[in-house]
């Protein structure tokens, strides 16, 4: 793959600070010229070409929280970026030029967990744009450069911030384990259940059932792996014939869609939770689970799957601007963040610069 590079002007002045977009309260984003701090020996400047709205991003402008995660101060939102290198501090060595995805979980990379390669769960990390970490929707950002994954020509910058759903996706399918041959139900066909499928039909999965209540995105679903699709509000599992699955990948977030699931498994197959859980869900058939050893798994965020994830991206297997429905510019961000609400037919919205 070859890398992509931008040339620059050898002498450009660096910015001080930044136009971004703040979220102050639900429904109170503001933007803001915010100042950037210095560029440290292992860092580096970052101009922002992509970032890309998250189902979070949507619930902190909303609700004002995400979860039990709340708003308690003003801060730039997003986790979703790319971008191009235009500054480095002495110590980092990517060539300024160079289009970068960044990974925005920041751990801490000495706990128990970072030191086996599980950083993802690192309970002192923190990640870009999560209150009250600052993140990406801004026009420069200051990044450390191991959060940096290099772009190749293949993957614009453009819609470079589409690798990082993809990551997730990558590790969603990685947890659940799929293998050639295998009957897989995903359950959710928002871009983060789209990009499983594809995901798990890179893997070689024989059967890919994707449900949701949205018979445009059931649609879609078809153009991304999906080999049957079931709209849930309509038929349930059991009535569509959907049983002795292999896999079972819950991206919906819905409890109801969990437990209908699981009981559409095989004995001695695995499920494994991927849409934000809530913090207690009644209903799990656990005495199923346990009646036949059915493994149930979660997955949150990704753990060293973004070189994966460009490499398919990279080679076409995964189509990333398939996902891109709609881009709105940073001044317009109050927008992109209710795009997906306003229509339904949107997948990734992106914001652009």
């Known amino acids: 793959m070859t890398t992509q590079t931008y040339s620059h002007p050898p002498h450009t002045v660096l910015p001080s600070s930044t136009e971004a977009a703040v979220l102050h309260g639900a429904g109170d984003l503001r933007i803001e010229q915010k100042p950037l701090k210095p560029i440290g020996p292992r860092e580096v400047l970052v101009e922002m070409r992509s970032g890309g709205v998250c189902g979070s991003d949507m619930h902190y402008y909303a609700e004002g929280r995400n979860g039990v995660n709340v708003l308690r101060q003003p801060t730039i939102l997003g986790h979703e970026g790319a971008g191009v290198v235009v500054a480095r501090g002495e110590l980092a060595s990517i060539a300024v030029g160079t289009a970068v995805v960044i990974e925005p979980a920041l751990p801490c990379h000495e706990c128990a967990a970072c030191l086996a390669g599980r950083y993802n769960v690192c309970a002192a990390g923190t990640c870009f744009g999560s209150p009250p970490t600052d993140g990406l929707f801004a026009r420069h950002v200051v990044v450390p450069e191991a959060a940096l994954h290099v772009l190749p020509d293949s993957v614009p910058a453009e819609i470079g911030a589409a690798i990082e759903p993809l990551a997730v996706a990558v590790w969603a399918v990685e947890r659940a384990q799929v ?175």
Do not use: M
């Not at 859980?277 to 973004?306: C, H, K, M, S, W």
């Open 179 to 353: 293998q050639a041959g295998h009957k897989v139900l995903i359950t959710g066909a928002g871009p983060i259940g789209l990009l499983v499928a594809q995901v798990a039909a890179s893997r070689g999965a024989r059967e890919i059932i994707v449900t949701d209540v949205n018979d445009h995105r059931l649609g879609v679903a078809g153009k991304f792996g999906a080999t049957r699709t079931v709209n849930t509000a309509k038929q349930d599992l059991d009535s569509a014939g959907v049983k002795g699955l292999d896999r079972f990948i819950e991206c919906s977030g819905n409890a109801r869609a969990l437990s209908d699931g699981i009981q559409a498994l095989a004995p001695a197959t695995r499920a494994t939770v991927v849409g934000q859980a809530r913090p207690t869900v009644d209903g799990v058939p656990l005495g199923f689970l346990q009646r036949y050893e059915i493994d149930l798994v979660t997955a949150f965020r990704y753990a060293n799957a973004f070189p994966t994830a460009i490499e398919l991206a990279s080679a076409g297997t995964v189509d990333l601007q398939a996902v891109v429905t709609a881009s709105y510019p940073l001044s317009d961000s109050a927008a992109a963040l209710t795009a997906p609400v306003n229509d339904p037919t949107n997948l990734k919205v992106l914001i652009t610069y």
